[in-house]
């Protein structure tokens, strides 16, 4: 049986989220792992603002970035969801 990081476990759930509250609109979820740390990214065109989309999903990111101190932090870690280290949102406005 094959095993998911949780980085992919979160992404599996947000795209989830993702296609029940914003169902016209196509959403690429994808989970990167990497060197201490892993990431979900997200991608679409037009539709749901980047403060919808993080409002909804912000809650399975477990780290904040520091601009002080030029790091990221652990902040709001839980155990009951699967969380990745980092959430990068890219929405494109087609004209």
């Known amino acids: 049986m094959k095993k998911f990081t ?7 759930q947000i795209r989830s989220i993702l296609k029940k509250e914003f169902p016209n609109t196509k959403f690429s979820v994808k989970s990167t792992n990497f060197s201490m740390g892993d990431c979900v990214d997200i991608s ?17 990111e477990h780290t904040k970035y520091n601009s002080k101190e030029d790091l990221f932090e652990p902040s709001n ?19």
Request: glycine fraction near 2%.
């Open 6 to 12: 949780k980085a992919a476990l979160a992404a599996k």
């Open 44 to 60: 679409w065109n037009d539709g749901a603002s980047k403060d919808e989309v993080r409002k909804l999903i912000s809650h399975f």
């Open 77 to 95: 870690m839980r155990e009951d969801i699967p969380q990745t280290k980092h959430i990068w949102y890219d929405r494109k406005i087609n004209n």
